[in-house]
């Protein structure tokens, strides 16, 4: 790919959302220069709005004026585009055995620990805690079954599925903070844990992951958003 090619390059996200985060992750990966452009979902942007008229989410990438839009779709388009280390499988059962995951991950344990966040009873949190830890149980038996004993979803190195779960970790700290939940713990999820830990101390994590506690800053304005609108 051609330097000018690079230049044109452009990602639309915010600084706390897990699926901008995944793109970053990718770009980061790839060792990809781009512009990068935060925006304000409470007021979005005419770019953010024409980039991605469907969903009008974040992230979406712009690459020579076209719009690619959903982290998981950004992440094979990085992946597939870029020179580098492969972010999906190269065996086609692998990388098909990656993308059920990727997209259960977005389906089930998404939704599941968004509900702990936003529930507004202990009742109604405790039930999207159990949810949230089932799920994670299926993937902490994936990462058994799929790992063979390596460091990484992705075997010895970081790989499409652990972008997909890392950039959950800030928000999880996030929960422990806010509601004293262990989301991924040695007690319920041990090969996670340690996982997670690994992650944690990545290149790409470091240069891109914020901290838990910007994460907790955002959730506070999300609620007070929605307590505004409620009055």
Known sequence: M????????????????PFALRARMALAFKGVSYEYIEEDLFHKSELLLSSNPVHKKVPVLIHNGRPVCESLVI???VDELFAGPNILPADPYERAI???????????????????????????????LKET??????????????????AFFGGDSVGYLDLALGCFL???????????????????????????ERFGETTVAKEVLPEPG???AYAKKLQAHRASLNK
């Open 214 to 216: 910007e994460a907790v």
């Open 98 to 128: 990656a993308r059920f995951w990727a997209a259960y991950i977005d389906d089930k344990l998404f939704p599941a620990w968004v509900g702990v966040m936003r529930a507004t009873t202990e009742e109604d949190r405790g039930e999207k």
């Open 2 to 17: 051609g330097a000018g090619e690079e230049e044109s390059l452009r990602l639309l996200g915010l600084h706390v959302s």
């Open 75 to 77: 992440v094979q388009y």
């Open 170 to 196: 800030p928000w999880f700290g996030a929960l422990r903070m806010m509601f004293g939940v262990e989301v991924i713990g040695a007690a319920n999820t041990p090969l996670l844990a340690a996982w997670a």
């Open 133 to 150: 830890y089932a799920a994670l149980q299926n993937l902490e038996k994936a990462f058994s079954e799929s790992g063979k004993g390596k």
